[in-house]
């Protein structure tokens, strides 16, 4: 049984506490905020045990093994090797660094610790994404020479003092959103990149939306897309030389419908065990089980290679956060 104890009691943090009530390998044994308030109103919602008023408490105790890293972007390095500098494994939220500088000293301080540290990349081990990733390596689709994903959203006009619009949290939606569509095209026509050009509109320093288009060496194209004030449809396409496959939630799909050449369709249900953040939860317990320091899915080397390459975005953008000085 791993004992996870959740920093920040934020709206994601809410989605991993209800999730690994349904995860049997795992508990959640403590919370932690800056506010004894926040914590003790979290700790009661979800019948918490302990609860902390700060990070450093959490890290020092013996109430845990692993913790979930749920604040700020910005927050990420120094709450993540706080807890690897302590023995705890660490579940990190995506994007899992602002910038790739800090995810090489993350996972410094995780392998100088000894202990397990993975981008909470929920997306990558859902059904849907395995399933696709299956139909793809057999072939029906075809060679791959196309994916287009869409993560666009709005926030309402009371929500602009979030985070999402502040450089230094790492804001914008190359970030907070469009990780997944970056990760996304990576899965499915891999890292042999000869180009990529980006349009983005950036203000106050963030970008609210950001088109990205990756030409690759076989002659695939990505076409992927983020924004944080304007609503796009988030599905996204795989296509291949014998057909493509529509996936109405292109990241983490739950429904997949091939469509082939010959005029043959198919529709796939890979519905979540919850609401999705299961899977992630149970693979990250199996890793510690299994003694591994990093996950054989959601690498070291795919959080640094998705990393570099927003920061490659970022410079082409003009977009520069203080954790870059």
Excluded at 49 to 62: C, G, H, L
Excluded at 94 to 106: H, Y
Excluded at 150 to 179: N, R
Excluded at 309 to 321: F, L, N, P, S, T
Aim: glycine share 10%; hydrophobic share 40%; aromatic share 8%.
């Amino acid at each position: 049984m791993v004992r996870f104890g959740i920093v920040g009691t934020g709206t994601i943090a809410h989605r991993f506490a209800e999730a690994i009530k349904n995860v049997p390998d795992a508990e959640l044994a403590a919370v932690a905020s800056r506010t004894k308030e926040n914590a003790e109103k979290f700790g009661n919602e979800f019948d918490i045990p302990v609860r902390f008023d700060s990070y450093e408490k959490m890290a020092e105790s013996d109430v845990i093994d692993a913790a979930y890293i749920a604040v700020p972007h910005s927050g990420h390095m120094g709450c993540s090797c706080l807890m690897t500098k302590n023995g705890k494994h660490v579940l990190c939220e995506k994007p899992m660094s602002v910038n790739a500088k800090e995810a090489e000293e993350m996972f410094r301080c995780a392998k100088e610790n000894n202990v397990l540290l993975m981008e909470a990349m929920w997306a990558r081990v859902v059904p849907g994404t395995l399933k696709m990733l299956e139909i793809v390596k057999s072939g029906v689709l075809g060679e791959i020479l196309g994916v287009e994903g869409k993560f666009c959203y709005t926030m309402d006009e009371d929500e602009m003092d979030h985070h999402v619009f502040k450089p230094e949290y790492g804001g914008g939606s190359l970030l907070d959103v469009g990780v997944y569509g970056l990760n996304f095209a990576s899965w499915y026509l891999g890292k042999e990149i000869e180009n990529i050009s980006i349009q983005s509109d950036v203000r106050n320093g963030v970008d609210n939306h950001t088109c990205v288009l990756m030409k690759y060496k076989n002659g695939g194209i990505a076409d992927i897309s983020s924004a944080i004030l304007l609503r796009k449809p988030n599905e996204g396409y795989v296509y291949g030389s014998k057909g493509y496959a529509h996936l109405r939630r292109f990241y983490a799909p739950q429904e997949i419908e091939i469509y082939l050449n010959s005029g043959e369709t198919e529709k796939i249900s890979v519905p979540y065990a919850g609401n999705g953040f299961e899977e992630q939860i149970a693979h990250f317990c199996e890793c510690i089980a299994l003694g591994m320091k990093e996950s054989p899915i959601v690498t070291h080397g795919q959080t640094l290679y998705i990393t570099r390459q927003m920061d490659e975005i970022r410079k082409a953008a003009g977009i520069v956060y203080p954790q870059d000085n």
